[in-house]
């Protein structure tokens, strides 16, 4: 039997659809579908140069685009476009309903064939069918937020290409079941080129989420669970990535997130904590990251005390025992050794 070729596959759809068709806002849904096909045509079609000899198959149908290559790094390259072009138009979001995020699994598979059906004058057949379908569905599930996960075999291939803004989750935190381990395409980190890009999308999606957070005096944990919390989450995935930033960008993506912290800000100081502390945790652990990395950024002595103030704050606020359960996830091994280090724990 001849070997079958292998491709990569991107299963993405839109979240917060099904909530629209329950609430029959057709005008909503056509906007999304409409959005979603221009954004694969201006976001996608360019990375896909047929001089290259990368082959590309894309197919969208309701809140859904396939996009197929037999190139790991040219799909996570489109990838990354599409997800960063379709959220732009969240910028004027003043309702939930406006939110325009994707999420999206990444896995590789086996092209398989079928004559069954095959498209004439009026019938259209996609022609997208491989064994990667179910697990890429699978995926794109795993969190809420405009998240992009991997499975573990695309995952290998990415880190063999040199693809390494992918983190390995060995105990993801967040709403869903335990998954263990998940793998995550970081997708924002592809923002730093062209410079500014990357800051000024973080400041756009604070920018919308405080706008929203701040239009109702009160919010329930489980309400803001299946509605604002898509957005935090991608907030924080877009604070895990700027421990990517390069080199000529790091001192400006560092005083970027500080002005996220209570402490730092008098606006966020005030809000609810139970809905922002895993904002600051996040923060906090990039911070860190970064100081790691480059010994010119301020020093570890005041970096210290910006993490005891939060602390202090989390801990008037009756958040600190929160935050010390979220530190004994695996994951967080180092940041929890980094407060030890620092006399902080």
């Known amino acids: 039997m001849a070997q079958r070729q292998s491709e990569y596959l991107l299963f993405a759809d839109v979240l917060g659809t099904g909530a629209l068709y329950k609430a029959n806002k057709s ?18 079609y360019p990375f896909f140069d047929p001089a290259s000899g ?13 996009v197929v290559s037999t190139s790991i ?38 092209i398989l064939t079928s004559s069954s059906l095959s498209s004439g004058e009026h019938v259209e057949v996609a022609q997208i069918f491989d064994t990667s379908l179910s697990l890429a569905h699978e995926l794109q599930g795993i ?8 499975g573990p075999e695309t995952y290998d291939m990415a880190i063999a290409d040199s693809i390494h803004v992918c983190h390995k989750w060995q105990a993801i935190p967040g709403i869903g079941p335990p998954v263990s381990p998940a793998f995550e395409f970081l997708w924002p980190v592809r923002l730093f080129e062209p410079t500014e890009r990357f800051g000024k999308y973080l400041e756009m999606l604070c920018s919308v989420w405080y706008r929203l957070f701040t239009t109702q005096a009160e919010w329930k944990i489980p309400e803001y669970d299946s509605t604002l919390y898509h957005l935090d989450e991608t907030i924080k995935l ?15 993506t560092w005083d970027r997130l500080i002005t996220y912290l209570p402490t730092e ?12 502390w895993g904002t600051w945790f996040q ?14 950024l301020p020093s570890k002595a005041s970096l210290r005390d910006l993490i005891g103030r939060n602390m202090r704050l989390a801990e008037a606020r009756g958040k600190m025992a ?4 979220e530190l004994e996830n695996p994951d967080y091994s180092w940041f929890r050794e980094q407060l030890v280090d620092l006399k902080l724990l």
């Open 143 to 150: 969190r809420r937020g405009s998240r992009v996960f991997l």
């Open 283 to 296: 923060i906090l652990w990039t911070l860190l990251l970064l100081k790691q990395q480059f010994t010119f």
């Open 27 to 44: 005008d909503l849904l056509e906007r999304r579908k409409t959005a979603l096909g221009h954004c694969i045509r201006t976001a996608v």
């Open 238 to 252: 877009c604070i895990r990535s700027a421990a990517f930033a390069p080199r000529g960008q790091a001192r400006q």
């Open 54 to 66: 990368c082959k590309i198959r894309i197919n969208q149908f309701s809140d859904t685009a396939l």
């Open 73 to 110: 790094r040219a799909l996570m390259e489109a990838t990354a476009q599409l997800f960063y072009v379709f959220s732009l138009r969240t910028r004027d979001a003043t309702a939930i309903d406006e939110l325009f995020l994707l999420r999206g699994g990444i896995a590789r598979g086996e």
């Open 265 to 276: 800000n008098p606006a966020l100081s005030s809000l609810d904590i139970r809905f922002t």
């Open 322 to 325: 929160t935050i010390l359960t």
